[in-house]
């Protein structure tokens, strides 16, 4: 799809694709046939027990007979994007000149769409290789508003990823995310900041922070992507988007009394949240 000889810029023809510039630019590192599997399972082991750490994770590896040490599943759940979710002092301190925020949304009632989006990335596997999936949720209603996919974590998809749900949907009141650099960063923030909207981040390692999203994941992963082996990562996006047009437009939730998040979200609904 891009043309590398054309007069038309990268960043140019990748933006009039609707893709991330870093999967256009970045050359991944090889990744072994064996540490793909490790890391298939690593994801789910994940899903099942968020709580695990390296230390625990490398046990219950070994309980399935794969004899790995513990600084290597740190290496890949590293590579993945993922850690261990509880509570814990927040210890560790933000990159030079990243501003982390406090978090808003604790005994907040949820009463309509707009009010408060979240994002978040994961981790897709692929038959070989595996790309990263990032999306923009509304609270209220569940929706994915936005999604992108791309080969590395890099900030910039994630900023394309936000410049596209507002392009589309106005803005929230309140945006939440994770910790992460992506989202720590001036480029992701100061996009929010341009557009007034009130910045909240989960506490380090809480997962029950962006509880909203955490659940989306289990349902993306368990209803579609352990169910494929994507071939290339254009597959990936085709399929993906397919089962996200689903869990929008068709997939009831028993906690929105049985409703789609599409209509949740562009209809009237006598519900109220508290996060």
């Not at 890949?76 to 979710?85: D, Q």
């Amino acid at each position: 799809m891009i043309d590398r000889a054309h007069d038309l810029p990268i960043a140019k023809q990748a933006e009039a694709l609707n893709i991330s510039r870093g999967s256009v630019y970045y050359l991944p590192r090889p990744v072994s046939e064996t540490d793909l599997a490790i890391m298939r399972r690593i994801d789910r082991l994940h899903l099942e027990c968020p709580f695990a750490g390296s230390r625990m994770l490398r046990g219950l590896l070994a309980a399935e007979g794969c004899k790995i040490g513990r600084r290597h599943v740190k290496t890949l759940m590293r590579r993945m994007g993922i850690e261990a979710l509880y509570r814990r002092p927040r210890i560790t301190q933000p990159e030079p000149g990243h501003k982390i925020y406090p978090y808003l949304l604790r005994g907040l009632e949820i009463t309509r769409p707009n009010q408060v989006w979240a994002m978040d990335i994961t981790y897709i596997a692929m038959a070989r290789g595996f790309v990263y999936l990032a999306v923009v949720l509304d609270w209220f209603s569940r929706r994915v508003l936005s999604w992108r996919l791309s080969i590395t974590m890099e900030a910039a998809f994630c900023v394309d990823t936000l410049d596209d749900a507002l392009a589309r949907y106005g803005k929230p009141d309140i945006f939440n995310t994770d910790q992460g650099s992506q989202f720590t960063g001036a480029a992701f923030t100061g996009a929010l900041i341009k557009n007034g909207i009130a910045i909240s981040m989960d506490g380090k390692g809480a997962w029950r922070d962006n509880v909203f999203v955490e659940r989306l994941w289990r349902s993306v992963k368990y209803e579609e992507v352990y169910l494929r082996a994507y071939d290339s990562v254009s597959d990936a996006r085709a399929s993906i988007g397919r089962y996200l047009d689903f869990y929008n437009g068709r997939r009831p939730h028993s906690s929105l009394d049985g409703m789609t998040p599409d209509q949740a979200y562009f209809g009237p609904l006598p519900l109220r949240l508290a996060a």
